[in-house]
């Protein structure tokens, strides 16, 4: 056996250059082509979600750069009537002329599962023509969502990002006056049904509608909890029955803790026609096609000439101008294209043509139409 274990070593010794190729190699080969990501981040639990609260206000305090009351008719009518409910009332026809009042609308959003007492973040805009809000007040503004329900109130200090200044006609400015935040500035009056206790199952709702993507969460899910804990209701909702005595803030946990390989999704053109983007994902295939491109270029050169009368003879200068216009036409080159079996060869082919952003709008129209652009055009 030695004389034999021997031989094996001289061998390897002999060949371990080619072994460490082969190996590397193999270990390139082995790599896996799908990422594994978190159920958390492909799908999320129905109901859970934020709600969108709007409410509208006043802002006081302001260093002459409030709403022109001409003009904003509504801020003094918010005016007198916040006056009216603290007692203060106002002779007829009263004109006011206000110039550290601005109308304002705050927005914020409200938290799944926030309780009375939290605190929110607030963002408050100028509804009017206020200058700047920079240095203001928020009185105090009830927060309502699409139901008309109050569930938060807003007031303090607010905090503008911005700055500006002017004298004698000149007037600079930096960042945005007009809109300002307060953090913790609204506190939650009102709790929002919990709908994770009301129901005895759990629907999951995958951010991106797909099959097989619904298929592959399911798997996973049943391989980890058991056999008939989920069911894929379509291609978005996922039905998920907890398993009895267990925690369901900690069945949550751990369902949203599965590590999933998605399906890979279909192949997606996206071509902005403004600004002449394209975007395409991995999964776009080229059929072997032949394109041709040719380029037609316009050059108009005005030239001017002048015209000098000779001295002592009266004339007049005459100005004129000469214009030269030449058309350059490139000639056009048909390019054959492979196919293109995944998104680099897909963009060597596309960039072999010279072609610019804006051209490769039309040249992909082109191929789709013709059948060899295995994607989906989608125009934003």
């Known amino acids: 056996m030695s004389r034999y274990l021997k031989n094996i070593i001289n061998i390897i010794m002999e060949n371990r250059h080619e072994i460490a190729c082969l190996l590397l190699f193999c270990s390139v080969m082995i790599v896996p082509t799908a990422h594994a990501e978190r159920l958390k981040d492909l799908a999320s639990i129905q109901g859970v979600r934020n709600n969108q609260l709007i409410g509208y206000g006043l802002v006081v305090g302001l260093d002459g750069t409030g709403d022109q009351t001409t003009q904003t008719p509504f801020t003094v009518q918010s005016i007198i009537s916040m006056m009216q409910q603290m007692g203060v009332s106002l002779p007829p026809g009263t004109n006011l002329q206000l110039k550290n009042v601005a109308s304002v609308i705050v927005t914020s959003s409200l938290p799944a599962f926030a309780q009375p007492g939290q605190t929110l973040d607030i963002t408050v805009s100028s509804m009017g023509n206020a200058k700047s809000l920079r240095g203001g007040t928020l009185l105090m503004t009830p927060l309502k969502g699409a139901d008309g329900q109050i569930y938060a109130i807003a007031q303090g200090n607010l905090v503008v990002g911005g700055v500006g200044a002017s004298a004698n006609g000149s007037q ?3 960042n945005h006056l007009s809109v300002g935040r307060i953090s913790d500035g609204a506190t939650v009056e009102r709790a929002l049904p919990n709908p994770i206790s009301q129901t ?36 978005r909702v996922i039905r998920v029955q907890p398993p009895t005595g267990n925690s369901r803030v900690s069945f949550l946990a751990a369902l949203e803790s599965i590590n999933i390989s998605p399906a890979t999704g279909s192949a997606k053109i996206i071509l902005n026609a403004r600004t002449g983007s394209v975007v395409m994902n991995k999964a776009v295939t080229l059929e072997s096609c032949a394109v041709s491109h040719g380029n037609l270029s316009v050059v108009i050169d005005t030239a001017p000439v002048i015209s000098q009368p000779g001295a002592f003879s009266n004339g007049q200068t005459v100005s004129t101008a000469v214009s030269r216009i030449d058309i350059n036409k490139e000639p056009g080159k048909v390019l054959q294209l492979n196919n293109g079996a995944n998104l680099s060869d897909v ?11 804006q051209d490769l709008l039309a040249i992909l129209q082109a191929m789709k139409a013709a059948g060899s652009l295995r994607a989906e055009l989608e125009i934003i």
């Open 347 to 357: 963009v060597k082919a596309l960039n072999a043509i010279g072609a610019t952003p």
């Open 172 to 174: 600079t400015q930096i």
């Open 200 to 235: 005895d199952g759990v629907n999951l709702e995958l951010k991106e509608s797909d099959f097989s993507t619904a298929a592959l969460v399911v798997d996973a899910i049943n391989r980890k909890f058991g056999q008939n804990t989920a069911f894929a209701q379509d291609g």
